[in-house]
Protein backbone atom coordinates (compact mmCIF):
# COMPACT_ATOMS: atom_id res chain seq x y z
CA UNK A 1 0.00 0.00 0.00
CA UNK A 2 1.73 3.33 -1.05
CA UNK A 3 0.83 6.84 0.26
CA UNK A 4 -2.19 7.25 -2.60
CA UNK A 5 -3.62 4.69 -1.33
CA UNK A 6 -3.99 6.21 2.63
CA UNK A 7 -4.88 9.30 1.14
CA UNK A 8 -7.49 7.58 -0.93
CA UNK A 9 -9.14 5.75 1.95
CA UNK A 10 -8.92 8.19 4.13
CA UNK A 11 -10.70 10.81 1.96
CA UNK A 12 -12.97 8.52 1.27
CA UNK A 13 -13.53 7.39 5.11
CA UNK A 14 -13.80 10.80 6.32
CA UNK A 15 -15.81 11.86 3.53
CA UNK A 16 -13.53 14.93 2.84
CA UNK A 17 -14.07 16.41 -0.54
CA UNK A 18 -11.19 18.01 -2.55
CA UNK A 19 -11.60 22.00 -1.19
CA UNK A 20 -11.40 20.28 2.10
CA UNK A 21 -8.69 18.66 1.94
CA UNK A 22 -6.83 21.91 0.46
CA UNK A 23 -8.18 23.64 3.72
CA UNK A 24 -6.67 20.51 5.69
CA UNK A 25 -3.42 21.21 4.03
CA UNK A 26 -3.75 25.31 4.96
CA UNK A 27 -3.62 24.28 8.58
CA UNK A 28 -0.63 23.35 8.73
CA UNK A 29 1.11 26.05 5.99
CA UNK A 30 0.77 23.63 3.38
CA UNK A 31 -0.21 25.23 0.08
CA UNK A 32 -1.47 23.15 -2.70
CA UNK A 33 -3.68 23.43 -5.24
CA UNK A 34 -7.10 21.49 -6.26
CA UNK A 35 -5.59 20.33 -9.67
CA UNK A 36 -2.48 19.28 -8.22
CA UNK A 37 -4.24 16.97 -5.30
CA UNK A 38 -6.33 15.33 -7.59
CA UNK A 39 -3.37 13.85 -9.55
CA UNK A 40 -2.84 11.69 -6.21
CA UNK A 41 -6.56 10.00 -6.56
CA UNK A 42 -5.81 9.28 -10.95
CA UNK A 43 -5.56 5.93 -12.12
CA UNK A 44 -1.97 4.53 -11.95
CA UNK A 45 -1.66 4.41 -15.50
CA UNK A 46 -3.24 8.09 -16.44
CA UNK A 47 -0.84 10.56 -17.67
CA UNK A 48 -1.33 12.81 -15.01
CA UNK A 49 -1.05 10.38 -12.81
CA UNK A 50 1.44 11.28 -9.51
CA UNK A 51 2.83 9.91 -6.42
CA UNK A 52 1.97 10.98 -3.16
CA UNK A 53 5.10 11.99 -1.54
CA UNK A 54 5.94 11.42 2.27
CA UNK A 55 6.18 14.97 2.99
CA UNK A 56 2.28 15.27 1.68
CA UNK A 57 0.94 12.83 3.62
CA UNK A 58 2.88 13.95 6.37
CA UNK A 59 1.26 17.34 6.42
CA UNK A 60 -2.36 15.85 5.54
CA UNK A 61 -1.99 13.74 8.66
CA UNK A 62 -0.89 16.56 10.85
CA UNK A 63 -3.30 18.85 8.95
CA UNK A 64 -6.21 16.42 9.87
CA UNK A 65 -5.42 15.97 13.85
CA UNK A 66 -5.79 19.78 14.22
CA UNK A 67 -8.93 19.49 12.01
CA UNK A 68 -10.32 16.69 14.02
CA UNK A 69 -8.81 17.32 17.46
CA UNK A 70 -7.88 21.03 17.43
CA UNK A 71 -5.08 22.52 19.17
CA UNK A 72 -3.89 22.46 22.76
CA UNK A 73 -5.17 25.57 23.53
CA UNK A 74 -8.78 24.84 21.86
CA UNK A 75 -9.32 21.23 21.72
CA UNK A 76 -12.52 19.60 19.99
CA UNK A 77 -14.09 16.73 20.10
CA UNK A 78 -13.72 14.43 16.97
CA UNK A 79 -16.72 13.10 16.91
CA UNK A 80 -18.36 16.75 17.04
CA UNK A 81 -16.64 17.87 14.13
CA UNK A 82 -17.12 14.87 11.80
CA UNK A 83 -21.23 14.82 12.92
CA UNK A 84 -21.25 18.76 11.99
CA UNK A 85 -19.69 18.12 8.56
CA UNK A 86 -22.30 15.37 7.75
CA UNK A 87 -24.72 17.69 8.64
CA UNK A 88 -23.45 20.67 6.65
CA UNK A 89 -23.67 19.10 3.74
CA UNK A 90 -25.40 20.66 0.39
CA UNK A 91 -28.34 18.25 0.15
CA UNK A 92 -29.47 18.14 -3.98
CA UNK A 93 -32.29 21.09 -3.82
CA UNK A 94 -35.35 19.89 -5.59
CA UNK A 95 -35.65 21.65 -9.08
CA UNK A 96 -38.62 24.06 -9.06
CA UNK A 97 -41.51 23.99 -11.55
CA UNK A 98 -40.97 26.33 -14.53
CA UNK A 99 -43.87 28.36 -15.34
CA UNK A 100 -45.40 27.94 -18.52
CA UNK A 101 -46.25 31.49 -20.32
CA UNK A 102 -49.48 30.13 -22.25
CA UNK A 103 -51.22 32.24 -24.47
CA UNK A 104 -55.53 32.49 -24.43
CA UNK A 105 -57.31 30.68 -26.79
CA UNK A 106 -59.76 32.91 -27.55
CA UNK A 107 -57.29 35.76 -28.33
CA UNK A 108 -55.61 35.67 -31.94
CA UNK A 109 -51.73 35.49 -31.45
CA UNK A 110 -51.03 38.10 -34.07
CA UNK A 111 -52.92 41.14 -33.89
CA UNK A 112 -52.58 44.45 -35.87
CA UNK A 113 -49.16 44.67 -36.43
CA UNK A 114 -47.29 48.00 -38.01
CA UNK A 115 -44.13 47.44 -39.97
CA UNK A 116 -41.36 50.21 -40.23
CA UNK A 117 -39.69 49.82 -43.20
CA UNK A 118 -38.89 52.87 -44.06
CA UNK A 119 -41.08 53.15 -47.37
CA UNK A 120 -43.97 55.60 -47.04
CA UNK A 121 -47.00 54.37 -49.16
CA UNK A 122 -48.93 56.39 -51.39
CA UNK A 123 -52.40 56.26 -51.08
CA UNK A 124 -54.19 57.67 -53.84
CA UNK A 125 -57.60 58.60 -51.53
Given at each position: ???NDVIK???VALQLRDDQIVEILKLVDFRMSKGELGNFFRDEKHPKYMDCGDQVLRNFLNG???YLR???EEPKNPMEVLTEVNQNKQKPQPKKAIKKSVAPKN???LQNI???NGKKKNNPE
Open positions: MNNKLRLVIGTKKPIKFK
